[in-house]
């Protein structure tokens, strides 16, 4: 069946440092890939997406790239700041099918 | 910009109780969804729904949960009888029917039951 594994967290970073949250995932054929994050308190707001091999998604300095040889997508962003803290959570959507989430990854940015 | 709204933003209810969640998607969308979230845990899929029916459900599902469509804006999720360990932030979620896009997903109704 699909999967998403994501790094274990939680991920404790200074303001500026760079993140990695790894992504990878298993599926037959080839679905679309998402970053969703959850602010405290919150629901799920998308980040950004891929829909296709070598795509790149990139949002508010956020970005990943759909690898498909290495089954990857992994969240990078070269500055964090404080307010990037939240919960962040890797997904596969097939296209009539419902979102398989990754565990979710806590990024927690300290000033 | 058009969202997902549920409603109540928080439930409380006695274990054996019937709850009914409830959550209007956006307009134009044509697939459905719900999610939980235990507190601290990973967004777990329940069910899917389009042109009217289940399109597929997740072992969680079983026949305590229930959804409908009952008037073309509205899309509930019902509980029969609550146990506890059915506390959890329960998700709506909706797409269009343009293949790969992103589901829209509401602010959540905090379920606990007591």
């Known amino acids: 069946g699909n999967s998403v594994t994501q790094m274990e967290g939680p991920v404790t970073l200074s303001e500026e440092a760079f993140l990695t949250i790894n992504c990878t995932y298993t599926a037959t054929g080839y679905p679309s890939l998402f970053w969703y994050v959850q602010y405290p308190g919150e629901g799920l707001q998308l980040l950004l997406k891929a829909t296709k091999a070598d795509d790149k998604g990139s949002n508010k300095g956020f970005e990943a790239t759909y690898r498909k040889e290495t089954t990857s997508f992994h969240l990078e962003k070269g500055s964090v700041q404080v307010s990037d803290s939240a919960v962040y959570f890797c997904a596969l959507i097939y296209p009539i099918r419902g979102l398989t989430f990754g565990e979710g990854t806590q990024l927690t940015v300290n000033p | 910009e058009p969202e997902v709204t549920q409603t109540p933003s928080h439930q409380v209810t006695q274990m054996g109780q019937e709850v009914i969640l409830r959550c209007v998607p956006i307009s134009n969308h044509l697939y459905f969804y719900w999610y939980r979230q235990i507190l601290g845990q990973k967004v777990e899929f329940l069910v899917s729904?389009?042109?009217?029916?289940?399109?597929?459900k997740s072992e969680i599902f079983d026949d305590q949960f229930s959804v409908e469509r009952p008037d073309g804006s509205n899309f509930t999720l019902k509980i029969r009888s609550t146990k506890l360990e059915d506390s959890a932030m329960y998700f709506c979620?909706?797409?269009?029917?343009?293949?790969?896009?992103?589901?829209?997903f509401g602010q959540g109704t905090r379920l606990t039951v007591v």
């Open positions: 979620a909706s797409r269009s029917g343009t293949p790969n896009t992103e589901a829209f």
């Open positions: 729904f389009y042109n009217n029916e289940i399109s597929e």
